[in-house]
């Protein structure tokens, strides 16, 4: 069955590098999808992207973020510089569609990349 | 202010009962309401979408249900396993601002099925 991967699985960083946590969504998806889950916390969006340009970003998603489509499989997240309260579970997501009245919005996320920020 | 909530953080049920999870929203308008469930370090699971024109949806031992006017979302496991023991996230499909859809979710409740 296919799955979304994400790596690495566990990224330490110091405070202030930039980091780059990498997606491959399900291969016929058009729609991708970051997701951010702090420890004992709710999954929080960070933004949503298709047909090569971001469609939805939340507050959280500020300047120190960027999402690209480097080739036609991977989907990365950047973050330029690291702060400890970036430190959570970072997961990626891909979806069919991306809602809508005759859509259907089922999301598969990956198994995330937890970064810890030192 | 916008809130989803989910009725209890936690929830233990006796194998073979039929567990009972709850989810909350205000100020909302989705167009779906989806239930996902997350294991310990992993990413969710997609489990049913109900869509704002359905009341009840059903798959093998989950059933959802889903009332607009309350503003509320059931979500039953019959027969619970052990196995049925994880996080179980309500998550609503949103329409923004720009006209996309996006999940925004609940903080979960932690089901436990006591053997």
């Known amino acids: 069955e296919p799955e979304v991967t994400q790596t690495p699985s566990h990224q330490v960083t110091q405070m202030g590098q930039e980091v780059i946590l990498r997606c491959v969504p399900i291969s016929n998806h058009l729609y991708f999808y970051w997701y951010r889950q702090i420890l004992g916390q709710k999954v929080e969006f960070l933004v949503s992207f298709y047909n090569n340009e971001i469609s939805e970003k939340s507050e959280i998603f500020d300047d120190q973020f960027s999402v690209e489509r480097p080739d036609g499989s991977n989907f990365t997240l950047k973050i330029r510089s690291t702060k400890l309260e970036d430190s959570a579970m970072y997961f990626c997501a891909s979806s069919v569609t991306s809602g809508g009245i005759s859509s259907y919005n089922e999301q598969f996320f990956g198994p995330g990349t937890r970064l810890t920020v030192l | 202010s916008q809130k989803i909530e989910q009725n209890s953080e936690a929830l233990n049920i006796q194998e073979g009962k039929t567990a009972t999870l709850t989810c909350n929203y205000t100020?909302?308008?989705?167009?779906?309401l989806q239930w996902y469930r997350q294991d310990p370090g992993r990413g969710p699971v997609f489990l049913l979408l109900?869509?704002?024109?359905?009341k009840e949806k059903r798959k093998e031992r989950l059933k959802v249900t889903f009332d607009t006017t309350l503003k509320q979302s059931l979500f039953h496991i019959t027969a619970s396993q052990p196995a049925d023991s994880a996080t179980y996230l309500c998550?609503?499909?949103?329409?923004?601002?720009?006209?996309?859809?996006?999940?925004?979710f609940g903080k979960g409740t932690k089901l436990s099925v006591i053997p």
């Open positions: 109900i869509r704002e024109n359905e």
């Open positions: 998550a609503l499909d949103v329409v923004s601002g720009a006209g996309s859809y996006q999940l925004t």
């Open positions: 100020n909302y308008s989705p167009a779906y």
